[in-house]
Structure formats: C-alpha cells, structure tokens
C-alpha cells in the first residue's frame, strides 16, 4: 500500500499575502481559492510537487501560530540557480551551505512573511530523475 503525502497545513496570518508571497515570489502555482461561508483557504504547489501546501482559516490552521512550521524542505536540482531565481524575485535566502560534497549535502534557506522557514536541498538527481516524470508534452504528471 502507497501512502504519499499530499498536503501540507501552513499557518499564516494573512491570506492574500501569503498567496502573493508563495505564487509571485516563491514561484509555487496557485491550484485554487476556495472562499464560502465555512472556509477561505488556497492550495498552493511548488512545480514538480506531488505535495502541496494549504493556508487559510481552516480549524487545523486556526491551532496553529502563524510562522511556527519550521524546517519545511524544498529539493531543487541546482541550488545555486534555485537562490539566484528566489533572490531574483525578492525573497530573503541564507547562503548557500555544503554541509556533505555528496549529493543531497548542499542546503539554503528562507522564511515566509510570517515565519515559516524552508530549506532547500540540492539533489543534483532530480535535474535527471524527477520523482514525478514528466508526460509526453514536458508536462508533469499524467493529466497536465
């Protein structure tokens, strides 16, 4: 039995910018906005991704403080080229650090507006092997 996991909670304290932030900056792709009387969430999904992050006012969210996730992890091919693109689009990024010459031993680092911290992890495999394949039209995934 396959168990993935899909989705992420992230506490932020304001919606909109959080998705400004996450899709303009980050460069994460907005899957949708879902605003009505019992929610007003958005799920957002770094390209490549086969999670997803969720922020809003749902009740699991609503336990949470803003910015207190910590050590969320991105994995990018090139993480020099990923921090010069995040730089590029005015995100705050540590250096980058090689902690193991070995594959997967390169990180940086950054926080959202409220907090929330990520590293990013070069794993020069995935410019070779992406964990989800790309489709007959470049695509990633079976149905983009």
Known sequence: MDWTLEVVILPVSDLTSAIEFYR???????????????????????????????????????????????GLQLVVADANAA???????????SEVTVFDERDGGT???????????????????RGE???IPLDHRGRFGDDA
């Open 24 to 70: 303009d900056k980050v460069g994460f792709n907005l899957d949708h906005r879902t605003t009505n009387e019992h929610m007003d969430v958005a799920q957002l999904t770094p390209e490549g991704s086969g999670c997803s992050v969720v922020i809003g006012n749902l009740p699991s969210q609503q336990e949470m403080a803003p910015g207190s996730m910590r």
């Open 83 to 93: 921090r010069d693109e995040l730089v590029g689009r005015g995100v705050e990024c």
């Open 107 to 125: 990180f940086f680092g950054f926080a959202d507006p409220d907090g929330n911290t990520w590293g990013v992890q070069q794993l020069k495999v």
């Open 129 to 131: 092997k992406p964990l």
